[in-house]
């Protein structure tokens, strides 16, 4: 690889916002054949850079080279024709137009101006395939899962013949098998000589795939590093720049605590609860101070399940016991009442408001829960406020910064602390920690922790195995919108015995 | 995770099928919500009325409507790309005004004819251009150009201008015969032609795909390398466009000019599009519902008049009650569909 | 924060201070004490500003939750067809309790009205701007229908005062515009139904998740919206002494969403200011009676109108003002 001139070069690059230096002097080069991975924590410039090799932000310095010849990148279209192709991590396609138009929409296959619908379909197909897949091309992408869409992202971008390909967290919301399907894929076209920007928070994937790594913190070149002469520990270390010790003694603290939490009164109890459609009747127990784990592939019902118990969904069958006591969850308002808080997967569209301040999104659902008439006072406000982006570390801490503006890990801060100052005695917490950083996710691991050892029951749904292991008392098993198997979380419990249930479906 | 020898769960092609879900031609709901519903209005009208049942009142509707029509269909551009214009109403006035002034001033028809077309075009252009490059939002952008293209024509004349040009009088006279008794005018053949000219474009030309990708994600369309802004401008240059070609059968019709005509038609034109269809939060819609959204409040009109005894403060209340019961009525279908 | 709302309004108010001083220089009496009453082209403005104000209170809680209230005209229109037939019947129309009594039925039908809008948006989930749409077009037909077509003509020394009386030296019209400011101020800002609304505005789903009753929140501001409606109409109505379903609020709509965009309150919902849509409704009452006072032609009025508009919305546009005035020469970031 040594003697090879890289496809990408970028020296020097600045980028500022106003009141921010997004990047300073940030160099980068990318080697065809090569799967390079970009890492920092979130706000490190990961995104930034990317925007700027894909034009959508103009640098204010430095230079780009794309094979040895400087450019001037000035917008999406112009990146695309240079070779530059890209897969974002919210996936950025039009989900009412169907699979086949998402993939070649700009560059249909045409004949005296009028689209060929069928050729494209083909075409469509064909790729497809070759990755895997088999959809129907004409439905309108709308009606596949996250993941599929994101496959098509992927298809989108290898279909552009490109030299350079940017992949942003494209495997946030794919599951295991996906991200395999994803890495056979990238070896391939790898061997073909496609430079690859891989950006991922899954420590695991960055080792299994990447060739070398740029590290990025504070919008600054930390290093490049070849990844396999690259301890974890001490990469982890450059991206935050201090010693991460705070999830050594978590596991220790979890067995400790289960004698406790099994003998504890149940929160809830959920008999043949269930949602046609959506998830299958389930039965499930959760203690104070227990944390309940849902495992499962993306789809398997997961979140279907939490929502039945925030009344988000209505449940079309079985009941709810709340301490004992039977319980109807028509909605959220009610579930509420009865002290059970929740905080959604999707973060933006049903997390935040982004338009409104640090401080109004906190107290929002306990405002909520109070009615308009009666107005938490502003002192009051400030107080609690104050308290908690203390306690859970909220950056920046201004509380009256939009919380658009806030990085992703701080966001779900935000949403633990409106649910937080509501207390609950159930907390369900979907996804927490979903692309975010990992200094932040150590934080959220921690506080989850802190949170059952107070007495707090916690439900904690998690694609990743590792994190559901770590926190919870007992796992759930759910697979095909069912649950299938109730583990307690003891010492022979590992992440291959809980993928062994997911893909038997066995129950014991 | 730690276990990256994994063993794939299940295999692929297996699980993504799994995932699909399945919703039965959901995008054509709406439309064929909106032709049933047209259906049973058509019958009710035959049951009812002696003559409904002729096909010249079916014919008719083409003629009574070709305006509205026309600009509909502009409108259907703009609301596919998630935006609106208000203006098509007062560039419709602005055009029969101009078009009268400019024939009573011995300009010839064919000079006049393009003039105006163009003028509407700009219009439409510039609101474009101010809503892509200052990112105003449609509707304050359009709200202004109505403002704009009415003052101008109160400007211009404020009272009626009646068009003697024998060009215009020709086409406004002129009738074809489609068969035995059967008689339309051209206005009807052109706004057809609109109608048919516009679904091509949507559905087989890239600028036509570009306008539903723009209504389904800006953001997106952006990213994946389309031309937004021009896709934009040209929408809304088609929808002045139209509202000018609407003005220039207006004026063929009624042979003047006067600036209080066309006052309204930009609200009709919208629940033309709505009633087929057409998503106003953008991304979803055809013509074709269009058309059937103006078939939809032609024969609204067409039964008042059959009724014969209802007065116009009736007829109003009838529209807003029909218009009431296509929404919940598409309302109601549209959700079970999902 | 702050200083952004200061930076949106700060136009709005340098053109209604400009246009204000325009008036006091070309009207013979720009503000005078006659009888104990204020006079002059000043108070002429307040009083004729107070209908938009109210209907443009009204709609700036609409749009806030994202919605949009195109039947403001039409409700004026039933409400004041209400009254005066009502009053017309009344055995004494100077009898003050009967015509409160009146007002009060005629305000009760437009919150009615309300109820129908919200009810359409928040439970049957119809687009805003269709679902007022019907009662757009429907509104004015029921109205024509109360007054059988005809214009009703009352004398009714109560109801007139309405419009032209003065209280404290004050015209009437404007105080119950001011109080009714007043009334919302203090209900968002006193109250937390104003984060609340924003919330719902910002993002209904992440709203009913956070607990929020979203739905009864958007049924009470459309039935908010049309009680002010209703106030409106009344206004209009008493001022003409009559009722007419064709022209009362006729287009009025339009020149509150205007009133609540010129005052910094975003289409999209979310984020709003009370004391914006104020001006702006102020604003726009001014121009008119500015077109008049300077002596512009009757047929340009509308065009002199869509001139200043045009170049107000532009103002507000931070695209416009980088692009032409070059100020900020980065783009806007967008939130990674």
């Not at chain 1, 020296?11 to 799967?35: M, S, T």
């Not at chain 1, 279909?159 to 098998?177: F, K, M, Y």
């Not at chain 3, 006729?250 to 979310?270: C, F, Q, Y």
């Not at chain 3, 121009?287 to 509308?302: F, K």
């Amino acid at each position: 690889m040594g003697e090879q001139s890289p496809v990408l070069e970028m020296a020097g690059i600045r980028k500022v916002f106003p009141g921010v230096v997004a990047l300073d002097g940030v160099d980068f080069r990318l080697f065809p054949g090569e799967v390079h991975a970009l890492m920092g924590e979130n706000g490190a410039g990961k995104s930034t850079l990317i925007k700027v090799l894909t034009g959508v932000y103009e640098i204010d310095g430095g230079e780009i080279k794309l094979g040895g010849a400087p450019v001037r990148i000035s917008g999406p279209l112009q990146a695309q024709q240079a070779g530059v192709s890209t897969v974002y991590q919210e996936v950025n396609l039009c989900t009412n137009l169907s699979v086949a138009e998402n993939i070649f929409i700009g560059r249909e296959p045409r004949k005296f101006g009028r689209i060929q619908w069928g050729k494209m379909r083909r075409r469509a197909a064909e790729l497809l395939t070759r990755l895997d897949l088999d959809l129907d091309v004409s439905a309108p992408l709308s009606s596949y899962s996250l993941a599929i869409q994101q496959m098509v992202a992927i298809a989108r971008a290898i279909d552009i013949e490109a030299r350079v390909l940017i992949l942003d967290e494209p495997t946030s919301s794919l599951d295991t098998s996906e991200v395999e399907q994803l890495f056979r894929i990238m070896r391939r076209l790898k061997e073909s000589g496609v430079a690859i920007l891989f950006v991922s928070h899954f420590l695991d994937q960055i080792y299994e795939i990447s060739d070398r790594l740029t590290v990025l913190r504070n919008g600054q070149l930390i290093g490049e590093y070849k990844t396999a002469e690259m301890p974890q520990v001490q990469l982890v270390e450059k991206m935050i720049g201090k010693e991460l010790a705070a999830l050594e003694d978590l596991e220790d603290k979890a067995q400790r605590n289960r004698e406790r939490a099994a003998e504890a009164k149940p929160v809830l109890e959920a008999k043949g609860l269930g949602r046609t459609g959506a998830i299958a009747p389930y039965d499930l127990t959760i203690h104070a101070g227990e944390v309940v784990g849902l495992a499962g592939l993306l789809g398997s019902g997961r979140t279907e399940l939490a929502r039945l118990l925030f009344g988000a969904d209505k449940a079309d069958q079985g009941e709810i016991h709340l301490d004992g006591k039977p319980a109807t969850l028509r909605d959220p308002q009610a579930a509420m009442k009865r002290g059970i808080a929740f905080s959604s997967e999707n973060r933006r569209t049903e997390g935040i408001i982004g338009d409104l301040s640090v401080r109004e999104n906190i107290i929002l659902a306990l405002q909520a829960s109070r009615g308009w008439t009666r107005p938490i006072p502003r002192k009051k406000q400030d107080e609690i406020v104050d308290k908690y982006i203390k306690a859970l570390q909220i950056r920046p801490a201004d509380p009256e910064r939009p919380v658009r503006n806030l990085s992703g890990g701080n966001q779900q801060k935000v949403l633990l602390a409106r649910w937080l100052i509501t207390e609950p005695k159930l907390l369900i917490i979907d996804e927490p920690t979903r692309g975010i950083d990992v200094g932040a996710k150590a934080e959220i691991q921690k506080l989850v922790a802190e949170l059952s050892d107070g007495g707090m029951a916690v439900l904690f749904v998690s694609a990743e195995l590792e994190e559901v292991l770590r926190l919870s008392h007992k796992i759930e098993v759910l697979r095909d919108r069912r649950l299938v198997e109730e583990l307690e979380n003891t010492a022979g419990v590992d992440a291959d015995r809980i993928m062994q249930t997911i893909a038997s479906g066995a129950t014991s | 995770m730690t276990t990256a020898s994994m063993t794939p769960v299940t295999k692929g092609p297996e699980l993504n099928k799994r995932r699909r879900v399945y919703k039965p031609n959901a995008k054509y709901i709406p439309i064929l919500a909106t032709l049933g519903l047209l259906a049973i209005m058509y019958i009710t009208g035959i049951a009812n009325y002696d003559n409904f049942g002729d096909p010249s009142v079916f014919v008719n509707l083409f003629r009574d409507n070709a305006v509205l029509l026309v600009v509909a269909v502009g409108m259907t551009f703009v609301i596919i790309t998630g935006g609106i214009d208000l203006s098509v109403g007062a560039v419709i006035s602005l055009t029969t005004v101009l078009t009268a002034t400019l024939l009573k001033g011995d300009w010839p028809p064919l000079v006049v004819l393009p003039a105006v077309l163009i003028l509407g075009a700009l219009i439409g252009a510039g609101q474009g251009a101010v809503i892509h490059f200052f990112k105003v939002e449609p509707f304050i952008a359009t709200l202004a150009g109505l403002f704009l293209a009415r003052g101008l024509a109160l400007f211009i004349n404020q009272q009626s201008i009646p068009i003697r040009n024998e060009t215009w009088s020709a086409i406004s006279d002129y009738r074809i015969e489609l068969a035995d008794g059967v008689v339309t005018k051209p206005n009807a053949i052109i706004a057809v032609l609109v109608v048919i000219i516009a679904a091509a474009v949507l559905a087989w030309t890239r600028f036509g795909r570009n306008v539903y990708a723009i209504g389904g994600s800006s953001d997106s369309a952006l990213l994946m390398g389309l031309p937004v802004g021009r896709t934009r401008i040209v929408v809304y240059t088609i929808s002045g466009f139209c509202a000018a070609l609407g003005g220039v059968l207006y004026s063929i019709n009624s042979t003047s000019g006067h600036a209080l005509q066309g006052n309204g038609y930009e609200l009709d034109a919208i629940a033309a599009c709505v009633i087929g269809g057409v998503l106003l939060t953008g991304g979803a819609g055809y013509v074709w519902g269009t058309l059937l959204g103006v078939m939809v409040a032609g024969l609204i009109t067409t039964i008042i008049n059959f009724q014969g005894d209802l007065n116009a403060a009736w007829t109003r209340i009838v529209v807003g009650v029909l218009l009431f019961v296509f929404i919940v009525m598409q309302r109601l279908v549209t959700r079970k569909a999902k | 924060m702050n200083s952004i709302v200061k930076n949106r309004l700060f136009w709005p108010a340098v053109i209604l201070v400009v246009l204000l001083v325009v008036n006091a220089f070309t009207s013979n009496q720009f503000i005078t004490v006659q009888n104990g009453h204020l006079f002059g082209s000043l108070i002429d403005i307040l009083r004729g500003s107070s209908a938009l104000i109210l209907v443009a209170l009204g709609m700036t809680l609409v749009i806030a939750t994202g919605g949009i209230d195109l039947s403001v005209g039409a409700v004026m229109a039933i409400s004041g067809a209400v009254a005066c037939l009502l009053i017309q019947d009344l055995p004494n129309q100077n009898a003050i309790g009967p015509v409160l009594g009146v007002v009060a039925v005629a305000i009760g039908v437009s919150l009615v009205m309300g109820l129908w809008n919200g009810s359409l948006v928040a439970i049957i989930g119809v687009q805003p701007i269709i679902a007022t749409l019907i009662l757009m077009v429907a509104g004015r037909g029921i109205a024509q229908l109360i007054t059988d077509g005809q214009i009703i003509n009352v004398q009714s020394g109560p109801y007139a005062t309405i419009a032209t009386g003065f209280f404290l030296g004050l015209p009437v019209a404007f105080l119950i515009a001011a109080a009714a400011v007043a009334l919302i101020l203090l209900l968002t800002r006193r109250t937390a139904l104003g984060l609340l609304l924003e919330s719902v505005g910002g993002s209904p789903t992440a709203s009913r998740l956070a607990g929020i009753g979203a739905r009864r929140i958007t049924i009470m501001v459309y039935v908010v919206a049309g009680g002010f409606a209703g106030l409106a109409g009344l206004i209009y109505s008493a001022n003409i002494k009559s009722a007419d379903s064709i022209s009362a609020g006729n287009l009025i709509e339009l020149d509150a969403i205007l009133a609540v965009v010129i005052g910094g309150t975003a289409l999209i919902g979310g984020r709003f200011s009370i004391a914006g849509t104020v001006i702006g409704a102020i604003l726009i009452q001014t121009l008119s009676v500015t077109v008049v006072a300077i002596g512009i032609p009757p047929e340009a009025n509308l065009l002199f109108k869509a001139v200043v508009v045009v170049a107000l919305c532009l103002s507000q546009s931070p695209d416009f003002r980088a692009k032409v005035f070059g100020r900020f020469k980065t783009r806007q970031a967008v939130a990674a």
